[in-house]
């Protein structure tokens, strides 16, 4: 069912996409305990905690019975042990910490194995080739049990801050013909919000723009943009996968920046 009026929402991992979720939720009207490992300030209309998933440390702090929880922590580095200590230990503790109706998990599109250009949705089945998929799709497995558990893929965000690409777009390196697939950061947290609201959620969806693209033709409107001449392309077949959204979308969701050229 969806949420009732202003009930307490548990962000877990207010940082780039959580804290903008929490925002939202506040305006709205919403109670809101956001959780962080470090200081931070209270904002208007969010309670801040702090509190460590990982290790539990803070989470006895969490009211027991909260509307709903929202699990978008990110681990402190790109380890297999940091992996698990978050998504696994850490979410089971949380689990067992507070028992809501509504369960959001954010996962990753990593949980995917097509590498030649194919089209990916939820009835894809997941073949994770790296640890980061490996271990996401273990705790989505946490969450299945759970009535109100819904679980959303994002694909790659950018946003304010997140310059990795047009950094490189910058050089010279050779761009591939890989597929991309990215969602800014005000989408995701967005759909998230959405998702809190239907009464009737599925049990998984994507997050992604309206608009794959391959690398090359990003590298190329990036370099145009700064003025830059178009990259060189890596001779090499089609690679990488196009994430489709289409489950998100028919549920209400709209993205604000539909492809990479309105939220550059």
């Known amino acids: 069912m969806a949420l009732e009026s202003s009930p307490c929402v548990v962000i877990a991992g207010a940082g780039d996409v959580g804290g903008r979720l929490a925002a939202l939720r506040a305006r ?24 460590d998933i990982a290790t539990g440390s803070g989470l006895d702090q969490l009211p027991r019975r909260p509307g709903a929880v929202v699990f978008c922590a990110a681990p402190d580095e790109r380890s297999e042990a940091a992996y698990r200590a978050l998504y696994l230990d850490g979410l089971r503790r949380l689990l067992d910490a507070c028992d809501a109706p509504r369960l959001l998990f954010v996962s990753s599109t990593a949980v995917y194995a097509e590498d030649a250009g ?7 089945p997941a073949r994770p080739p790296a640890f980061n998929g490996r271990v996401l799709l273990e705790a989505e497995h946490e969450i299945a049990p759970h009535a109100g558990g819904v679980v959303l893929r994002l694909s790659g965000l950018y946003g304010p801050g997140r310059e990795a690409m047009l950094r490189r777009a910058r050089t010279d390196t050779a761009a591939r013909p890989r597929w991309s ?61 196009r994430v489709s959204n289409g489950h ?9 920046y539909p492809d990479f050229t309105s939220g550059v």
């Open 28 to 51: 709205r009207g919403d109670e809101v305990i956001a959780l962080r490992r470090r200081e931070f300030e209270n904002a208007a209309g969010i309670r801040s905690l702090r509190a």
């Open 118 to 124: 194919e089209w990916v949705d939820e009835a894809t």
């Open 181 to 241: 697939n990215r969602i800014h950061v005000d989408d995701a947290a967005s759909a998230l919000a959405h998702l809190l609201d239907l009464p009737e959620p599925g049990r998984l969806y994507l997050g992604n723009d309206d608009r794959p693209v391959l690398e090359h033709e990003l590298v190329a409107w990036l370099r145009h943009r700064e003025g830059l001449s178009p990259p060189a392309i890596v001779d090499e077949p089609e690679s990488g996968r």
């Open 248 to 256: 998100l979308r028919v549920s209400g969701w709209t993205p604000r």
